[in-house]
């Protein structure tokens, strides 16, 4: 049995594929972890961009947010694995769902990247990537159940 196969016929991911008010209830959760990510992430692009709160230094903006970002980054992996256990095989063959999830690598890389360099135009292009990026994953995201 492969390992998609053993986490879809595991215990957990019945419960979670057989109740009425779990299964919402995560994917709920879900769409919290992204509003807490996406949100955060993209006060502070739009501050990088000087779009919004000139007068608020990037570094307090970024002091302020990034706990609020780490937040629903933990809650978007635990949900999202969790929908993903569900129907571990077929989400796998997905090509939405693995755009999806490449979409997901290169923003963290973005993110990454970010800290390594201290250049003004270099962190206003990864901003906008970062925008573009979430923004991409939020529609493939939503695309998954469609495809
Ligand atoms: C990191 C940021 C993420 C964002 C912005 C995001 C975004 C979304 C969105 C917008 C949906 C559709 C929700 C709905 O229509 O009710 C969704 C569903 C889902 N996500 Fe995520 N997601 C993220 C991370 C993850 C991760 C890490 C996983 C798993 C490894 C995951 C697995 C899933 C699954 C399985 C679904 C249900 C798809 C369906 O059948 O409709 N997500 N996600």
């Known amino acids: ?11 957990p991911a019945r419960i979670l594929a057989q109740s009425e008010w779990l299964y919402p209830l995560v ?10 990510l996406v949100g955060t992430v993209a006060a502070l692009d739009m501050r990088i961009l000087g ?16 706990p609020l970002a780490l937040i629903g980054l933990g809650l978007v992996i635990v949900t999202g694995l969790s929908l993903f256990s569900v129907q571990a095989t077929s989400y796998a063959e997905s090509t939405v769902f693995r755009i999806k999830l490449l979409l997901i690598a290169v923003a963290g890389l973005n993110a990454a990247l970010y800290q390594t360099t201290t250049h003004r135009l270099w962190h206003q292009i990864m901003a906008a990537l970062s925008l573009l990026l979430w923004l991409a994953v939020i529609t493939m995201g ?6």
């Open 27 to 36: 994917n709920a959760g879900h769409i919290v972890g992204i509003a807490l």
């Open 51 to 66: 779009w919004l709160g000139r007068s608020i230094a990037i570094a307090d903006v970024e002091r302020l947010l990034r």
């Open 142 to 147: 939503r695309l998954i159940g469609f495809r």
């Open 1 to 11: 049995m492969s390992i998609l196969a053993w986490l879809e016929a595991s215990g």
